[in-house]
């Protein structure tokens, strides 16, 4: 009778657990849904350029996560090699670079952990960047122009 009262609690306490657990996984569960439900909340954002809007979809990332959470930003963007369009933020991003090879039209980049880049034409490159996103725009060289141009980044 001992014998069968211990292995009745060694299996309520083994099951109990196994509750505890199971509530757990799926506090995990719904939290991941979460995430993933407010990531793709972020996944699009909207940038002003002379006059023009257009979107960008951005990375999942946690820099781009990071990015999108300083939203909105008015960047005076400076020109740079008649190529690309930059701002240094005043803090630094989250950063994982990595070298990208080829840059293409569109490419929304973060070089260093606090330089915002735009780049407007396809090139190869041996720099180093962190992508941020893809901005949605076959028009970019035109859109920005030369020169320095006043952008904004919004939700």
Known sequence: MKKFLATICAATILLTGCGENSAANSATVTAEKISVTEA???????????GQ???????????????????????????????????YLNESLPSNAERV?????GDLMLFGDNCVVIFYKNFSTSYSYTRLGKI????????LGSGNVHVTFER
């Not at 949605?136 to 035109?142: F, G, T, W």
């Open 40 to 50: 793709k909340t972020l996944d699009t954002i909207k940038i002003s350029v002379n």
């Open 53 to 87: 809007t257009f979107t960008a979809t951005l990375e999942d990332n946690p820099t781009a996560r990071a990015f999108a959470e300083k939203l909105p930003l008015e960047l005076d963007m400076q020109e740079l090699h008649g190529n690309e369009k930059y701002f």
């Open 101 to 105: 090879g080829k840059i293409s039209v």
């Open 136 to 143: 949605n725009s076959a028009d970019l060289e035109k859109i």
